[in-house]
């Protein structure tokens, strides 16, 4: 029997977040825990499929591995995209000014502006989910996307490179959903512009317009 190596274990990670802009600190530590959860949860199942493939019953008809399968999907990225959103929020945050990635998302919707009205047009749709502005390592584009639940909606080949959360669990405790708007407004007060440009791949980027 192949025996397979133990799963990495995943360590929630830990911000100093306390005095947001707009986002109370009841609401960071509500959220700082749901997002352990996510990390706890990740941890658990990829515990319970090793020992499945390391008896040899690993199999795509059977109902339990098919499960944990797909519930590891939005464990994993529920840590992971609560990591980014929380790694792109500063108490100090800083106009993007003329920096390499406000010219890269005025390039991608034909100026800064009309790429974050477009942004802020996703991020109100109805319902909850994420609003995600990708850098797509092909097209060397960025466009902004809607993400349902945590693994559905992603863009293949793509980077994350601003990351809003907007499930109530973010806002709720501080507006009411009907104020959603001014949730978002918050986030863009302590949006880390340096940690998104960060996330670029590239040095230097040349866009063309495209829209979602």
């Known amino acids: 029997m192949k025996v397979y190596s133990i799963p990495r274990v995943f360590v929630p990670k830990k911000w100093d977040l306390a005095g947001l802009h707009g986002i109370s600190d009841a609401t960071l530590e509500m959220h700082?825990?749901?997002?352990?959860?996510?990390v706890k949860n990740t941890n658990l199942l990829n515990e319970r499929l090793a020992e499945i493939r390391e008896r040899g019953n690993a199999a795509g008809t059977d109902p339990t591995y098919a499960d944990l399968v797909r519930g590891?999907?939005?464990?994993?990225?529920?840590?992971?995209?609560?990591?980014?959103?929380?790694?792109?929020?500063?108490?100090?945050?800083?106009?993007?000014?003329?920096?390499?990635?406000?010219?890269?998302?005025?390039?991608a919707y034909g100026g800064f502006d009309e790429w974050k009205n477009d942004f802020?047009?996703?991020?109100?749709?109805?319902?909850?989910?994420?609003?995600?502005?990708?850098?797509?390592?092909?097209?060397?584009?960025i466009?902004?996307?809607?993400?349902?639940?945590?693994?559905?909606?992603?863009?293949?080949?793509?980077v994350p490179i601003v990351v809003l959360d907007v499930w109530e669990h973010a806002f709720i405790k501080d507006y009411k959903p009907?104020?959603?708007?001014?949730?978002?407004?918050a986030f863009f007060a302590n949006l880390d512009w340096k940690a998104c440009e960060a996330r670029l791949p590239l040095p230097s980027v040349k866009m063309s317009h495209s829209s979602t």
């Open 143 to 158: 466009t902004n996307h809607w993400i349902n639940d945590h693994e559905n909606g992603h863009i293949a080949g793509s």
């Open 72 to 107: 590891l999907g939005f464990e994993y990225n529920g840590m992971r995209l609560h990591e980014l959103y929380f790694d792109n929020m500063t108490k100090r945050s800083e106009p993007v000014g003329s920096s390499r990635l406000s010219k890269a998302l005025g390039e």
């Open 120 to 141: 802020l047009a996703v991020a109100g749709m109805r319902g909850v989910g994420w609003a995600i502005a990708y850098y797509d390592t092909t097209t060397l584009e």
């Open 32 to 38: 700082f825990g749901l997002y352990e959860g996510y």
């Open 178 to 185: 009907a104020d959603k708007d001014k949730y978002i407004e």
